[in-house]
Every structure is written in C-alpha cells, then in structure tokens.
C-alpha cells in the first residue's frame, strides 16, 4: 500500500522556522491535491495549505497567509511546508494528506477520502 512519508517537524521558539516535506513516492504523483492539516491540543483537525500536483494552484488558509508556504517538486514526488515566522498557536501534530484529483473543497471536506501520513509533530515555545 502506498504511503506517504513524512519529515521536518520539531521544536522552535518563536518567530523560529521550520520545514515539513511529504514524499509521495509510490504514487502517481501529477494530477492529485496534496497538503497539510494540523491538529493542535484541544482543537479539530485543520486544513492548513494544498497544492495540484503537476500543476500551479496553491491554497492557503488564513491563519498562515504571509506565514507559510506550500511547493513541490516533481521529480522527488516531494511537497513541502516553509514555515516561517512560527507562533505558539502553531504547535500541532502536523499531517500531510492526500486527495486524487484537483479540488481544494474536497480536499478539505472532513468526510472526503483522502491517504494520510503518519504525522510530524511542531512545537513553538519559548
């Protein structure tokens, strides 16, 4: 069963950075939505960011617009997070996702099927 790997995760203070990557490697990479929740203490799981895989359309979501940064790279079959400027409301078990097909309102629908990684933690504390 393909997975998804994630890497990156770890202890900032703030205002630190930090970046995630997500190899997709026994995928077919082009053609799906992939990115990042994150599920901080307390909270709901969160979409974070997406991008279309062989393509150019990114989504961001409000609370880390300026912040962070989502790309690819189509030869490793890689996405990755840049996280810079960090806040302690920031500390989540941060996952990587991923949605065939190219639709961020799927992707981000909570009940739509969609592989998971496993998980990398980022923690902001000073």
């Known amino acids: 069963q393909a997975q998804l790997v994630e890497s990156g995760g770890g202890s900032v203070k703030p205002g630190g950075s930090l970046t995630l990557s997500c190899v997709a490697s026994?995928?077919?990479?082009?053609?799906?939505?992939m990115g990042w929740f994150r599920q901080g203490p307390g909270k709901e799981r969160e979409g974070v960011a997406g991008?279309?895989?062989?393509?150019?359309?990114?989504f961001h979501d409000d609370s880390v617009k300026g912040r962070f940064t989502i790309s690819q790279d189509k030869d490793k079959k890689t996405v990755y997070l840049q996280m810079n400027s960090l806040e302690p409301e920031d500390t989540a078990m941060y996952y990587c996702?991923?949605?065939?097909?190219?639709?961020?309102?799927?992707?981000?629908?909570?009940?739509?099927?969609?592989?998971w990684g496993q998980g990398t933690q980022v923690t902001v504390s000073s």
């Open positions: 996702a991923l949605r065939r097909g190219w639709s961020f309102g799927e992707f981000l629908r909570n009940s739509a099927s969609k592989d």
């Open positions: 026994e995928y077919t990479f082009n053609g799906n939505t």
């Open positions: 991008i279309f895989t062989g393509g150019v359309a990114t």
